[in-house]
T-cell receptor, first 116, second 114 residues
Framework: ETGVTQTPRHLVMGMTNKKSLKCEQH?????MYWYKQSAKKPLELMFV???????ENNSVPSRFSPECPNSSHLFLHLHTLQPEDSALYLC???????????????FGPGTRLTVL | AQSVTQPDIHITVSEGASLELRCNYS??????LFWYVQSPGQGLQLLLK??????LVQGIKGFEAEFKRSQSSFNLRKPSVHWSDAAEYFC????????????FGAGTILRVKS
């Protein structure tokens, strides 16, 4: 596997279910990101992890819970979601997260989530 | 606040014609600039980026972009479009004072007619 991978690629869940999205990067990067891409809206940054520490949380509802057990893996745990949470969830990684610089972010293919 | 504007939601061009996608940003200093492309059902692929130096940047797939500080713009161009270029294109801007955070434009959907 190369680059950034995400599983599953598609997920359908009910509002009472609990599920998890997985992201893995094979680039040796130290920062990982979760984005939400909804129809007709710009990409929304949800969470950022740098060296396994959460450094950004952009007012995301608590029904989304991220986890970064090591620098290569990132999870997004989902519970009691709403239909408006249906979207494409993209994971990205970059070399680092440093004020004063911007490292290129590399994206995975995304997980298409549908909440019924 | 920092912002990124892609004025065109949809653009249709004929195969073989030239293409220019517009991107404008709002920021008090020189940002870092990116163009990404997204095919249906896929993630974002980096086309090119500008950090400093030569304001004309070459990318993959025959794309180029020019940074114009006076116009706060970073327009993407391609001299001859191929049908496989049909996709959605996103301009993204990084602001050095704010870590590695990117602000994305709303995207421009490119349709190519034969």
């Amino acid at each position: 596997e190369t680059g950034v991978t995400q599983t599953p690629r598609h997920l359908v869940m009910g509002m009472t279910n609990k599920k998890s999205l997985k992201c893995e990067q094979h680039l040796g990067h130290n920062a990982m990101y979760w984005y939400k891409q909804s129809a007709k809206k710009p990409l929304e940054l949800m969470f950022v992890y740098s060296l396994e520490e959460r450094v950004e949380n952009n007012s995301v509802p608590s029904r989304f819970s991220p986890e970064c057990p090591n620098s290569s893996h990132l999870f997004l745990h989902l519970h009691t979601l709403q239909p408006e949470d249906s979207a494409l969830y993209l994971c990205a990684s970059s070399q680092g997260w440093n004020s004063g610089s911007t490292d290129t972010q590399y994206f995975g293919p995304g997980t298409r989530l549908t909440v019924l | 606040a920092q912002s990124v504007t892609q004025p065109d939601i949809h653009i249709t061009v004929s195969e073989g014609a030239s293409l220019e996608l517009r991107c404008n940003y709002s920021y008090g200093a020189t940002p870092y600039l990116f163009w990404y492309v997204q095919s249906p059902g896929q993630g974002l692929q980096l086309l090119l980026k500008y950090f400093s130096g030569d304001t004309l940047v070459q990318g993959i797939k025959g794309f180029e972009a020019e940074f114009k500080r006076s116009q706060s713009s970073f327009n993407l161009r391609k001299p001859s479009v191929h049908w496989s270029d049909a996709a959605e294109y996103f301009c993204a801007v990084g602001f050095p004072r704010y870590g590695n955070k990117l602000v994305f434009g709303a995207g421009t959907i490119l349709r190519v007619k034969s």
